[in-house]
């Protein structure tokens, strides 16, 4: 066996030592090592909103100011129902707003009374009434809605009823014809641009998921 084949043997001993003895120095822990690290907090899902323990929810204060009264009444509604969500409402108060205005337009609130207080719903049938009592009809086309923004909240903790009023500015054409056919009220061939402000209520926490609408106005 010459010099190169023993020297060969000799390093490769020497590897087969020092790898054993890294794998058992590996393989232990000692007293005083540093636990693992905990995993970062991450926010937590709670619906489609991010909302982190203890932090700001920004489901509340993406609508309005952190520290008013609105928002510690938004607060106190979803306490009484954790599922509520803001966001979601205003999504909901869209769709019922352009419903509920076209009805009127076209003279068909029975479709929508389920969705009004009965005073709402009386002082809008009146005015339908007077339109049919002048022999009017009404078009309408509904062209879309430039804003809804949230302008208050209050919450009756007594009786659990919460109330959010809303902003919407809106755009139709819409126009009276007499019974000849002569347009006596509006344009059929101009926009109009609309501004309300309705309130919504609702018992938080009930089984009826559909909020009324109480009052209306400019």
Request: glycine share 8%; proline share 4%; net charge negative.
């Amino acid at each position: 066996m010459n010099n190169n084949v023993i020297s060969l043997l000799v390093l490769a001993g020497i590897a087969i030592f020092l790898i054993l003895r890294l794998k058992s120095v590996l393989g232990t822990r000692e007293g005083f090592e540093k636990p693992p690290l905990p995993a970062p907090q991450t926010a937590t899902r709670k619906g489609k909103f991010e909302v982190i323990e203890g932090g700001v929810d920004r489901d509340i204060a993406d609508h309005v100011p952190e520290d008013s009264d609105a928002a510690r009444a938004l607060a106190a509604m979803k306490q009484a129902e954790p599922s509520f969500s803001v966001s979601e409402f205003l999504s909901g108060a869209r769709g019922a707003y352009e419903m509920i205005l076209m009805a009127f337009e076209k003279g068909d609130l029975g479709s929508v009374k389920p969705f009004m207080s009965s005073d709402v719903y009386e002082t809008l049938e009146e005015v339908v009434e007077a339109r049919n009592a002048r022999g009017l009809t009404v078009t309408a086309e509904f062209m879309g809605i430039r804003e809804v923004s949230l302008q208050g909240a209050e919450f009756d903790r007594s009786s659990t009823e919460g109330e959010v009023t809303v902003r919407f500015a809106s755009e139709l054409i819409s126009a009276a014809r007499d019974a000849a056919g002569e347009v006596v009220e509006g344009n059929p061939n101009e926009v109009r641009r609309q501004r309300d402000v309705w309130t919504f209520a609702r018992k938080m926490g009930s089984n009826d998921p559909n909020w009324q609408l109480v009052a209306t106005g400019e």
